[in-house]
């Protein structure tokens, strides 16, 4: 597994993505830098929030719900 695949999956794994979902976005993004890029910037102020616990944070039972809208929204992934 490459770097860009494991930090991915780190991040998905803190925002609570199921192991399923985990893998489609790694297949979707495959070795493209740019997506790679794509994933982590759209996911990082939903980690730091809910990490920081800052207002407006993410309630954990909401946390894999919003970063499937995010990726969703960002990526065009599961329509």
Do not use: C
């Not at 199921?18 to 994933?39: C, H, M, S, W, Y």
């Not at 809910?50 to 894999?64: I, P, R, S, T, W």
């Amino acid at each position: 597994m490459s770097d860009q695949h494991q930090k991915v999956m780190t991040r998905l794994q803190k925002l609570l993505l199921k192991p399923n979902q985990i893998q489609d976005v790694l297949d979707f993004i495959g070795t493209d830098e740019a997506l790679f890029k794509r994933v982590m910037l759209a996911t990082a102020a939903t980690l730091r929030d809910y990490e920081a616990k800052n207002f407006g944070h993410v309630a954990q039972d909401k946390l894999a719900a919003a970063a499937v809208t995010i990726l969703k929204a960002e990526l065009g992934l599961w329509k």
